[in-house]
């Protein structure tokens, strides 16, 4: 049992990736540490349970990776997917703080393992959890725990007393009523506000209602809200998030990974009107895949349909709900509530637009149309041979970036330009910082273990004094 | 339009039984997922397939060595809308497929409430020796004490105890092979050559997939213990041990025409003594993990299966312990009665018990070493 009278060193908001890299470190450096998790136990750890991998640079191939992937790649790759809406010297640190944490987190208990079936083209950037992320936090719970770290489930942090940039205490909501918590310094990495529909309405406005939260209920940025209210400064687009196009059957929340769909570079993607709206072959799928959220947030009732044919249907990850299948186009779009009519238009425009060439979806090809607006630049091959397929699709919301502004050493920074005296931040709650826009895969776990370990550091030397 | 009733993950495939539709719920859910890839075999099979017949998924099932950490691990796990629970629904698939593979078909019920079936036939034979043996002799003989070369057949000849167990253990072997090639048909006959075999035994034999993909297996919770290999290691090789020493005095009978019981420090009493121990310990290990197993993981229904042939090994080693230690006292015959009735329904009951786990997980592994050689070449269907 936690005990609530107690004044704690070190007190972590929040039950993923960051706050539990804050806590091993905090409790590493000495500190008595306090972890609260809003979640009952089975959901600890928000949308760290659904991760797989974490993208880290590193000089050379390792047992796991399969080539060096220098700080200077990773800096590109960040400058490229953010279209520079980034802080150069704060991301620059990351990345160089992101080689150690190879060794890091192993060293935490967590198990590295080859890049999974399907996912090969990440296999040289990014180093993926052995049995998931699950098996991550359950590790790194283990060793947090074997450190003496406390941790409260069903804890949900509703209040904040911070004085200028000084954390007082913490109002926690369990389900015997309201604790007041003590603590000399606070780490706060509880996430962002993706799961808050009302906050979302606010920036979105209503097409916010047809959005899908692939990860935890639980991230509904109460503690961000809280910060920014006391005078920290927020950094960050409200509507910038990551966001991609999921299978519209999914649950409102917590869907996972198993709903995401690979196969757009195969097909054409249609909206209600049964008209297309983007070039599904722009760039290779790991490029693009990112960009598709925001595509289908902009369409009518934010929905849109996948639409290939027979030879397409084995080429891609399997996923959770099956193809929708029909015999023609006409009976597909009566399965998907389309005009018939319509679809099939598009559809014939396409095929009559496709280019010959050598279909190969692993490069760039020369399967491209010519003469049509939106283009397909690769990939384009003609839709024909029944069966005909579909998968509808929907915004899946990730997570979102609005954040409190931080330093290199996690601290949080004050509207009015001074630092916070015992206050920091890691993961998502922060992620602004390093993401403008844009994402590439892994590092939404980069950004939680760099800066938690760093927060947890930084927040254990001035607790301790 | 967009149908949400049906569970996620749902296929079209028909399945004969419900746990078998389950089963190919689960594996469509994980192979979208994949998470659990680097845990064990199952996963790396699954990834070879993209639709489950009866046969694929009874392959998979007897290829989980229900380690546990794919529970422990699983985002998806129950309270989880998607229910996803993938050691407890290959158990029972495997337990089902158990009764399916029996021969004589008439016998596949004895798995259906296998601990009192096996409770009674054990009974019966303990009663059925005592008996023979009171028949047979006079009270002086049986309560007597014996002693030196030939002591235990002057309560049952030689020749008849040989007969017995001979044809027990004959039976209890072509039972088996009927049901291995129930099996091997059910899961289409794979190709296998004596490479795959000896990959398969070394599989086997380190217990390579019991290990929660190299931290230990889980048992109560998502913390990892090894403590179920180490003990199915004590019972699995005191098993070897004591069959090695039966077939070792059945040789010193014939081929030298020594006669037991055997000084202790001859070769089947120190082989049977060091199994027998195993034996003791790796089943009481093995029952005790059981009992502190979460009751998620569990098979309620195949309590007393799993139950029953733990308690068999350990009466087995218990009863020939005590024989060891007490044949030269008057309560041997009694013991020796005891005894040869445990190991005589031990032998008849095998192929309807929780022995035959054994038997298809080697044949599943064998067929597995065949998938991992192309998997590895990259002659796998799926990439
Ligand atoms: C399906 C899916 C797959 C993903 N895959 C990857 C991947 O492979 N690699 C990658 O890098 N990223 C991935 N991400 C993104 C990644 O999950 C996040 O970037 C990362 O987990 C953020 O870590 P965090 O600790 O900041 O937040 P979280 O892990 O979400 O933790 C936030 C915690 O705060 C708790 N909390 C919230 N409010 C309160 C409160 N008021 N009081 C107390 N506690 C509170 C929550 O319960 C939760 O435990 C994925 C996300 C999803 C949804
Ligand atoms: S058991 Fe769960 S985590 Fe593992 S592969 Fe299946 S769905 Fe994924
Ligand atoms: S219980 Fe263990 S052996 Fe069975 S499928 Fe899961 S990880 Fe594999």
């Known amino acids: 049992m936690v005990d609530w009278s107690k004044t704690w060193d070190v007190l972590v908001v929040g039950g993923g990736n960051a706050a539990l890299c804050a806590a091993i470190s905090a409790a590493r450096g000495g500190a008595s540490v306090l972890v609260l998790e809003a979640a009952p136990r089975f959901y600890r750890g928000g949308n760290t349970r659904h991760t797989r991998n974490m993208r880290c640079a590193h000089d050379a191939a390792t047992d796991i990776l399969t080539g060096p992937y220098t700080e200077e790649e990773f800096w590109d790759d960040l400058l490229r997917v953010t279209g520079g809406r980034t802080d150069e010297q704060l991301a620059r640190f990351m990345i160089a703080e992101s080689k150690p944490m190879l060794t890091w987190i192993a060293e935490q208990g967590v198990r590295w393992q080859p890049s999974l079936g399907g996912t090969l083209s990440l296999g040289r950037t990014n180093s993926f959890f052995l049995g998931g992320g699950r098996a991550m936090l359950n590790a790194l719970y283990l060793t947090a725990e074997s450190l003496g770290v406390e941790v409260a489930y069903d804890a949900e942090v509703v209040a904040l007393d911070i004085d200028g940039g000084t954390f007082r205490q913490a109002t926690v909501k369990r389900p015997d009523g309201n604790h007041i918590l003590r603590a000399r310094a606070l780490v706060a990495a509880a996430g962002g506000f993706e799961s808050n529909f009302d906050w979302l309405r606010e920036h979105w406005g209503s097409p916010a209602d047809n959005f899908l939260i692939r990860g935890t209920p639980y991230n509904k940025g109460k503690v961000l809200r809280l910060l920014l209210d006391a005078g920290v400064e927020a950094i960050g687009d409200p509507t910038q998030c990551h966001a991609v196009a999921i299978d519209a059957r999914a649950p409102k929340f917590d869907g996972g990974i198993i709903t995401r769909l690979d196969c757009v570079v195969f097909g054409i993607v249609v909206n209600k009107d049964a008209v297309r709206f983007y070039d599904e072959g722009e760039d290779v799928w790991p490029k693009r895949y990112a960009i598709w959220g925001r595509l289908v947030a902009a369409q009518p009732d934010q929905i849109a349909y996948i639409v290939f044919d027979a030879p397409s249907l084995g080429m891609f990850m399997p996923s959770l709900y099956p193809a929708i299948g029909a015999a023609s186009i006409r009976e597909l779009a009566g399965k998907l509530g389309l005009d018939p009519d319509a679809l099939e238009r598009t559809v014939n425009d396409f095929n009559a637009a496709v280019r010959p060439g050598s279909f190969d979806h692993t490069i760039l090809d020369d399967c491209r149309t010519e003469g049509l607006t939106p283009p397909k630049s690769h990939w384009a091959r003609r839709i024909e041979k029944p069966p005909f397929y579909a998968y509808p699709v929907r915004p899946g919301i990730t997570f979102t970036y609005l954040g409190t502004r931080v330093n290199r050493d996690a601290r949080m920074r004050m509207a009015d330009g001074s630092d916070a005296a015992n206050m920091f931040a890691a993961g998502e709650i922060m992620a602004g910082n390093v993401l403008g826009q844009g994402y590439a895969a892994g590092m939404g776990m980069t950004i939680g273990s760099v800066f938690g370990r760093i927060a947890g550091r930084e927040a254990a030397i001035g607790a301790r004094g | ?383």
Not at chain 2, 5 to 29: C, F, K, N, Y
Not at chain 2, 63 to 78: I, M, R, T
Not at chain 2, 82 to 90: A, D, E, G, W, Y
Not at chain 2, 263 to 268: A, S, T, V
Request: proline content about 5%; glycine content about 10%.
């Open chain 2, 1 to 383: 339009m967009q149908d949400n009733s049906a569970r996620a993950g749902t296929t079209l495939t028909a399945h004969a039984t419900p746990i078998l539709a389950e089963a190919d719920r689960l594996m469509t859910v994980c192979n979208s997922c994949r998470y659990c890839e680097g845990l064990c075999a199952v996963f790396p099979a699954m990834e070879m397939r993209r639709s489950f017949g009866d046969g694929d998924l009874n392959y998979l099932a007897n290829l989980c060595h229900g380690c546990g950490a794919c529970y422990a691990d699983c985002q998806f796990a129950p309270p989880h809308e998607f229910h996803v629970n993938v050691p407890k629904t290959l158990a029972i698939a495997r337990a089902e497929s158990y009764a399916a593979y029996a021969w004589p078909r008439a016998f596949s019920g004895l798995f259906a409430r296998n601990g009192l079936a096996i409770a009674i036939i054990a009974a019966l034979s303990v009663a059925a020796f005592i008996a023979g043996f009171a028949a047979w002799n006079d009270p002086p003989v049986l309560l007597g004490s014996h002693e030196g070369p030939g002591a235990f057949y002057r309560l049952m000849p030689h020749d008849w105890m040989a007969g017995i167990f001979g044809a027990a253990f004959l039976y209890a072997v072509v039972a088996m092979a009927m049901g291995a090639l129930a099996f091997w048909r059910d899961i289409g006959r794979p190709e296998a050559g004596l490479g795959e075999v000896g990959r398969a035994a070394g599989d086997a034999a380190t217990l390579r997939y019991l290990d929660g993909g190299g931290v230990g297996c889980m048992n109560e919770d998502e913390k990892p213990t090894d403590n179920r290999r180490l003990h199915h290691h004590l019972t699995f090789y005191g098993f070897l041990l004591c069959f090695a020493s039966t077939s070792v005095a059945t040789g010193y009978h014939y081929l030298l025409g020594m006669q037991a019981p055997y000084p202790w420090y001859d070769l089947p009493v120190l082989l049977g003594t060091a199994g027998g121990i195993g034996l003791l310990i790796g089943p009481a290990g093995l029952l005790a993990a059981k009992m502190r197993r979460d009751p998620a993981l569990v098979d309620e229904s195949r309590w007393g299966m799993e139950v029953a042939f733990l308690v068999m090994l350990f009466l087995t080693a218990l009863t020939g312990l005590a024989l060891l230690v007490l044949r030269a006292t008057p309560a041997m015959g009694l013991l020796l009665a005891l005894h040869l009735g445990v190991v005589f329904s031990l032998f008849v009951t095998m192929p309807y018990g929780r022995f035959v786990h054994g038997l298809y997980r080697f044949l599943a592994l064998v067929r597995y070493a065949r998938e991992r050689r192309m998997i590895a070449d990259g002659t796998a269907g799926e990439a």
